[in-house]
């Protein structure tokens, strides 16, 4: 149903509630169905002999800074907003946010816990179980409102396109990619041939592919390169560690093949993009040649057609957004993270974004991603 | 001797020429002393058996574009400006370059190759032999133009700290940091209390250290991550990779305890920094209590304080420099390598600073520089 969205965030996080599962699987997996325990050290997810866990971080809106913590919270010691959609909904209200697009929490962001499980065949159901829920649940809540990204079986490419065509049939208006795919067990990095039919599937379905920083595999990654390092360096530079991915996929022919493909960089921030695309066009015009380049035009040119990022606070690149393009740039509430702008959304859009003209202001705020994702949008 | 200067560039590199070493190590380890090989694939030093070439993407400069490529070259192949400081002076003057700090390339750009050899008493000797020659022939040419960047014995806090006590009194104006330090083996991160001789040394000689991106061991990091991708990719991040150096100096509390520490993040590229300062202080500003932070200020006060850095070419850096700092940013040439901007130099200053106030090109081009190296200075 047309509504006119004034504020959409591409980057925010659902925390799953108990029972999800329930009924959802194959009737020979039945008795693996992923359950939640609940003891004194707070809530974990039980399943293929693993026990899960959930970072207090990732459930801290509403929290003040000082009562921050990674210990694992029971459920009402978090705000029902992170895992019951009728209540996000209403902290929605309260921030003056339209829509959200949600990223899985359990199988991690794009899916690596679930892609890495040993028994395929498993895999692939508890994959499918999850979009549906998904989809009929969470999105089910208010589609309009609620925009659930689908996790792909990676692990078999075909299946993976067959997944991108199933949920694009239930609704589904986005998918979650690692942001570094080949640190995912039997996973390779963008640039490679086993990537084709998802790539043909995207195209063809028009889905677009929301890829959050720090979504590969768990254990890897920025984490690992900042050893001997306060926490801090890695929540500073968590974001940035995204332009691996910018780069990759620029660089790797692909959106020269596939041009209708459409990738959000999710949480990455904006303002190292103009430094990064001049360097891009840099060392494309430098090293074209040396390097047998896959492209023929400038990196630049293809972020412009195909990669969006989002930010929550970044005075940096609202200032040269001319220079990432205007019509490239959304934003993110992160909510429940710790970084969440919740509830201060509205405060910080009239900060971050109060100088700049009403057309630029609409496109960052709204207009851009009703474009992306293909969303029913009423003007005003 | 005092004299104007105009334009210095905080990140040039040497290609060390045969007979470097001749003469230099104690009669012990006479020989063992490196020697240079030449074959028809380039040339190669030959030590403690291994044998190490030179990637012809080190000795660029003066080539098209397409020209380029990562295989040796004979020493005639290339400028003689690579390997002899005589003519490295011309080659500066035809460019207006009136002082540059030059990085070492046989024992890698900080070290590494020397740092990890077995015999630590060998290693020491040819570090040492390293920053003699390095002081008497290279910038012996002129030591009003010619910065070394020493190598330390890092396997070796005490003996490093020693190391830079006897340069400083060669007459040697800065050291060579690396940005991986803990990818070298037995080396760790800058927050580890290992560091401290170190960070005393420098303090009291007030020697400024340069960190070089990609200046850990060679097969790591930055090129690791981008497994599967393009070579443009590494090529592309290489610069910023530095993020992760400037993160750990800010938030490791060291330049609380050491604040006369200087560091310059050299050909990191400038213009990623405003949005890292922005990131920096808004970590610090909602991270500060879980994480147990370590300093008590915000890390881009900490940055003005004591950190630079510098640029080839970053017209996003030059928009934004009052984000960064003017009194933080340096030029750098980038002689001989692939992205010099070697004989472009002044052409480059125009276009890139051509449209600031005086006094701010003037302190990017050259006094940033005077004051961090101590060089004496005469003003027009």
Same mark, same amino acid.
């Given at each position: 149903?047309?509504?006119?969205?004034?504020?959409?965030?591409?980057?925010?996080?659902?925390?799953?509630?108990?029972?999800?599962?329930?009924?959802?699987?194959?009737?020979?997996?039945?008795?693996?169905?992923?359950?939640?325990?609940?003891?004194?050290?707070?809530?974990?997810?039980?399943?293929?002999?693993?026990?899960?866990?959930?970072?207090?971080?990732?459930?801290?809106?509403?929290?003040?800074?000082?009562?921050?913590?990674?210990?694992?919270?029971?459920?009402?010691?978090?705000?029902?907003?992170?895992?019951?959609?009728?209540?996000?909904?209403?902290?929605?209200?309260?921030?003056?946010?339209?829509?959200?697009?949600?990223?899985?929490?359990?199988?991690?962001?794009?899916?690596?816990?679930?892609?890495?499980?040993?028994?395929?065949?498993?895999?692939?159901?508890?994959?499918?179980?999850?979009?549906?829920?998904?989809?009929?649940?969470?999105?089910?809540?208010?589609?309009?409102?609620? =925009?659930?990204?689908?996790?792909?079986? #990676? $692990?078999?490419?075909?299946?993976? *396109?067959?997944? /991108?065509?199933?949920? !694009? %049939?239930?609704?589904?208006?986005?998918?979650?990619?690692?942001?570094?795919?080949?640190?995912?067990?039997?996973?390779?990095?963008?640039?490679?041939?086993?990537?084709?039919?998802?790539?043909?599937?995207?195209?063809?379905?028009?889905?677009?592919?929301?890829?959050?920083?720090?979504?590969?595999?768990?254990?890897?990654?920025?984490?690992?390169?900042?050893?001997?390092?306060?926490?801090?360096?890695?929540?500073?530079?968590?974001?940035?560690?995204?332009?691996?991915?910018?780069?990759?996929?620029?660089?790797?022919?692909?959106?020269?093949?596939?041009?209708?493909?459409?990738?959000?960089?999710?949480?990455?921030?904006?303002?190292?993009?103009?430094?990064?695309?001049?360097?891009?066009?840099?060392?494309?015009?430098?090293?074209?040649?040396?390097?047998?380049?896959? =492209?023929?035009?400038?990196?630049?040119? #293809? $972020?412009?057609?195909?990669?969006? *990022?989002?930010? /929550?606070?970044?005075? !940096? %690149?609202?200032?040269?957004?001319?220079?990432?393009?205007?019509?490239?740039?959304?934003?993110?509430?992160?909510?429940?993270?710790?970084?969440?702008?919740?509830?201060?959304?509205?405060?910080?859009?009239?900060?971050?974004?109060?100088?700049?003209?009403?057309?630029?202001?609409?496109?960052?705020?709204?207009?851009?991603?009703?474009?992306?994702?293909?969303?029913?949008?009423?003007?005003?």
């Amino acid at each position: 149903m047309a509504r006119t969205y004034h504020v959409v965030s591409t980057d925010d996080h659902i925390i799953e509630p108990e029972g999800m599962f329930d009924g959802r699987l194959p009737s020979k997996f039945a008795d693996r169905t992923p359950k939640l325990a609940h003891d004194d050290d707070g809530a974990a997810w039980v399943y293929e002999g693993k026990r899960q866990q959930m970072s207090g971080l990732s459930t801290a809106a509403g929290q003040k800074v000082e009562e921050f913590s990674p210990k694992s919270k029971t459920f009402d010691q978090m705000r029902p907003g992170c895992y019951d959609p009728r209540e996000r909904l209403k902290d929605m209200d309260a921030d003056g946010v339209d829509a959200q697009v949600c990223f899985p929490t359990l199988p991690h962001i794009a899916g690596a816990n679930f892609i890495e499980l040993q028994d395929k065949e498993y895999a692939l159901a508890v994959i499918k179980a999850y979009n549906d829920w998904l989809a009929e649940e969470w999105c089910g809540a208010d589609p309009d409102r609620l =925009i659930g990204a689908a996790i792909l079986p #990676l $692990f078999d490419m075909k299946a993976a *396109a067959a997944e /991108i065509r199933r949920v !694009a %049939g239930n609704g589904i208006k986005a998918v979650s990619l690692p942001s570094h795919p080949h640190t995912i067990a039997g996973v390779q990095n963008y640039p490679d041939a086993s990537w084709e039919p998802v790539y043909d599937a995207l195209s063809e379905t028009r889905l677009p592919a929301e890829v959050h920083i720090a979504s590969g595999k768990t254990d890897t990654s920025v984490l690992a390169k900042s050893a001997g390092s306060p926490a801090e360096v890695f929540v500073c530079l968590a974001p940035s560690s995204n332009m691996e991915f910018v780069a990759t996929i620029l660089f790797s022919g692909v959106l020269r093949k596939w041009p209708k493909l459409k990738f959000i960089s999710a949480e990455s921030g904006i303002g190292w993009l103009p430094y990064f695309l001049e360097r891009a066009d840099y060392t494309h015009r430098k090293h074209q040649f040396w390097t047998g380049s896959r =492209i023929d035009v400038t990196p630049s040119d #293809l $972020f412009r057609q195909s990669v969006y *990022a989002n930010f /929550i606070s970044d005075r !940096a %690149g609202v200032e040269l957004r001319s220079m990432i393009g205007i019509e490239n740039i959304m934003l993110g509430t992160d909510y429940p993270h710790t970084d969440t702008s919740w509830p201060d959304t509205q405060r910080i859009i009239k900060e971050q974004l109060g100088d700049l003209p009403d057309e630029d202001r609409a496109k960052i705020c709204a207009l851009n991603a009703v474009k992306v994702f293909g969303l029913d949008h009423k003007p005003a």
